[in-house]
Nanobody, 115 residues
Framework: QVRLVESGGGLAQPGGSLNLSCTASGDDITPYAMGWYRQPPGKEREVVVLSWSAGIINYADSVKGRFTIYRENMNSTVYMQMGNLRPDNKTVYYC?????????WGQGTRVTVSS
C-alpha cells in the first residue's frame, strides 16, 4: 500500500508559478510510474504529466514548456513545477503512483489562478 500526500497548491496570478510536491510512503517509488493528473469541473480526470520508471516523461500538450516534473526516488517525492499559469489551469491536481498491478492516488491539492 502506497500513501501519497500532495502539497503546494494555492493561489497564483496568471503568468505566475507554483510548485507541487507529492510525498509517498509505504513503498519505494523507484519502480513506479509517477504522475500528476487534474480534474477540471465536470470533466474526467486527465493526465498532466507522467514520469516512467525508465526515465521517460510524457507531458500533456497543454503544459509542455510550462510544467516540469522531477522525482527524487531516494526521498520518495515527486515535484511538479508549474510556470506561466493560466486561468484554465485552475483545478485540483492529483498525484498517482502506478505499478504493473497497483495504482494509488493522493487526496489532491487545489490550484487557483486568478488576478
Amino acid at each position: 500500500q502506497v500513501r501519497l500526500v500532495e502539497s503546494g497548491g494555492g493561489l497564483a496570478q496568471p503568468g505566475g508559478s507554483l510548485n507541487l510536491s507529492c510525498t509517498a510512503s509505504g513503498d519505494d517509488i523507484t519502480p513506479y510510474a509517477m504522475g500528476w493528473y487534474r480534474q477540471p469541473p465536470g470533466k474526467e480526470r486527465e493526465v498532466v504529466v507522467l514520469s516512467w520508471s525508465a526515465g521517460i516523461i510524457n507531458y500533456a500538450d497543454s503544459v509542455k514548456g510550462r510544467f516540469t516534473i522531477y522525482r527524487e526516488n531516494m526521498n520518495s517525492t515527486v515535484y511538479m513545477q508549474m510556470g506561466n499559469l493560466r486561468p484554465d489551469n485552475k483545478t485540483v491536481y492529483y498525484c498517482r503512483a502506478r505499478s504493473v498491478h497497483y495504482g494509488y492516488w493522493g487526496q489532491g491539492t487545489r490550484v487557483t489562478v486568478s488576478s
